[in-house]
C-alpha cells in the first residue's frame, strides 16, 4: 500500500505527532499510548492507536508495537524541523492566512532556533536579498530592535519589511530595501499593527 500524503494530516494527527515529538525531546524518550490519551484528552486508548496508524501510514513515524515507548518521528517531521507556514509579501501586504506547506529544517549555522518559516512573494527586500520564493526562517516574537527585519500584520495582512521606530516610541516605519516601494508608517499603539516575528535567516533552491 503506498503511504498516505503526510500534507494531508488532520489536525488530531497532527496534534498527536507534534506531543510524540515534543515529548521525546522533553524527556528523552517517546510517550506512551495511554500517555498520549492522557495528555491530549482522548477517550481511549483505541483513538490514540487509530491515529498512529494513520501517521505510520504517512511515512512521518514508525512504531515498535512490542515496545509500550517504541514511538520514532521521522522524516521531515522529526524534532529539529519547523512548519512552513504559507506565503509572505516582500512588497505591499497580502491578506496572513495560513497555509501550511509542509516542513523545513534548518541548518545550524542560523545560531538561533527559528519557530516557522514563510514562503516570499514580491520583491521589496531584494536588497537585503530576500527574493521571491527564498524561504525565510521566523522567530516568534512581539518586539524588534530597530533595523531588524519582522515580520508584521497590518490590518490581518501580512509584509515582511524592516522595522524603524521613532524615538518617541510611538510611532514607527517598515521599510523595504527596494527604493520602488515606499515606506509604510505605522502607530505603535493600534491594535490593527503587530510584529508576529523577527526574521533570523533566509533559504533559497539554486
Known amino acids: 500500500m503506498a503511504p498516505d500524503d503526510p500534507d494531508r ?3 488530531r494527527q497532527r496534534q498527536v505527532l507534534a506531543f510524540v515529538r515534543d515529548c521525546t525531546a522533553r524527556q528523552g ?3 506512551t499510548v495511554r500517555e498520549i490519551a492522557a495528555g491530549l484528552g482522548f477517550a481511549s486508548t483505541n ?4 491515529h498512529l496508524d494513520a501517521l505510520a ?3 512521518v513515524l514508525s512504531r515498535s508495537p512490542r515496545r509500550s515507548r517504541g514511538l520514532r518521528v521521522t522524516g521531515a517531521e522529526a524534532a529539529g524541523s519547523i512548519p512552513i507556514l504559507g506565503r509572505i509579501a516582500a512588497g505591499r501586504p497580502i491578506l496572513a492566512v495560513e497555509n501550511r506547506e509542509g516542513q523545513v529544517a534548518p541548518d545550524a549555522f542560523l545560531g538561533t532556533e527559528p519557530d516557522f518559516a514563510l514562503r516570499v512573494q514580491g520583491d521589496s527586500m531584494t536588497g537585503d536579498g530576500i527574493l521571491p520564493g527564498d524561504l525565510i526562517f521566523v522567530r516568534n516574537q512581539p518586539v524588534a530592535r530597530r533595523g531588524e527585519i519582522v515580520v508584521a500584520l497590518l490590518d490581518d495582512e501580512a509584509t515582511v519589511k524592516r522595522f524603524q521606530p521613532d524615538p518617541d516610541g ?6 523595504a530595501s527596494n527604493p520602488a516601494y515606499p515606506p509604510i508608517p505605522v502607530d505603535l499603539s493600534d491594535d490593527r499593527f503587530r ?6 535567516g533566509v533559504f533559497r533552491k539554486v
Open 47 to 50: 483513538a490514540v492507536a487509530g
Open 29 to 31: 524518550a517517546p510517550p
Open 9 to 11: 494530516l488532520t489536525p
Open 170 to 175: 510611538l510611532r514607527a516605519t517598515l521599510v
Open 57 to 59: 501510514r504517512a511515512g
Open 195 to 200: 510584529i508576529l516575528g523577527v526574521v533570523v
